[in-house]
């Protein structure tokens, strides 16, 4: 596509459901981030994919956090019994190999009620 | 450690005038730098990026930036600030060497008054 494509826009989540979060890259990038985005913030990194392969996920905060890329394109990132404190809009990135370039999709505006 | 620090949170400027937001950083190896702009409840919009060459970057609207390697900074410009440039600057850092993680400031408001 186009650009970086990220549904839904916006969730509300009661405490303690799960979420699903989905990132559709740029047609052909080999890279893949996710962000987490406090409000007034800079982004902070989550997880990073190389096509399907999660090579650092570092930054996700706590184990009910969990993303994929099976097959090397679309990417879900899953928040599982959400807390308050997960409320944040969530990024998602796509570059080419190099990195030399990255393209923000619009972000999922999670709140956690 | 890698790191980027943005020293102010708010940038206030008067239509017309130049404008700019700082930018330094801390990275080993060779940077590479960006400046991102975000408006409320969008995504964050690339503006323009140092790699390698010549220090002075030419991006979207009108902004430009410099890259200066002693004093590890790369400084956000206009000439001429704009109403509609009122919005949260974002520097970002990486390091050239492999590692695609990007280190963010803290980002800079920056608002034009008429």
């Known amino acids: 596509g186009a650009g970086v494509s990220q549904s839904p826009r916006y969730k509300v989540a009661k405490r303690g459901q799960d979420v699903a979060l989905r990132c559709d890259p740029i047609?052909?990038?080999?890279?893949l981030f996710w962000y987490q985005q406090a409000l007034g913030q800079g982004p902070e990194f989550l997880t990073y994919?190389?096509?399907?392969?999660?090579?650092?996920k570092s930054g996700l905060p706590s184990d009910r956090f969990f993303a994929e890329r099976p097959e090397g394109s679309v990417s879900t990132l899953k928040i599982q019994r959400t807390q308050q404190e997960d409320s944040a809009v969530y990024l998602c990135?796509?570059?080419?190999?190099?990195?030399?370039?990255?393209?923000f999709g619009s972000g999922t505006r999670l709140t956690v009620v | 450690a890698q790191s980027v620090a943005q020293p102010e949170d708010q940038v206030n400027v008067a239509e017309g005038n130049p404008l700019t937001v700082k930018c330094t950083y801390s990275?080993?190896?060779?940077?590479?730098l960006f400046w991102y702009v975000q408006y409320p409840n969008r995504g964050l919009q690339f503006l323009l990026k140092?790699?390698?060459?010549d220090n002075l970057v030419k991006g979207s609207y009108g902004f430009e930036a410099e890259f200066n390697k002693s004093q590890t900074s790369f400084h956000l410009k206009k000439p001429s600030a704009l109403v509609s440039d009122s919005a949260l600057y974002f520097c970002?850092?990486?390091?050239?060497?492999?590692?695609?993680?990007?280190?963010w400031g803290a980002g800079t408001k920056l608002i034009i008054k008429p």
């Open positions: 047609s052909g990038h080999v890279s």
């Open positions: 990135a796509s570059s080419s190999r190099g990195g030399y370039g990255y393209t």
């Open positions: 970002a850092v990486r390091d050239g060497e492999g590692n695609y993680q990007l280190i």
């Open positions: 140092y790699i390698t060459g």
């Open positions: 990275v080993s190896g060779n940077p590479y």
């Open positions: 994919f190389q096509n399907e392969a999660q090579l650092d």
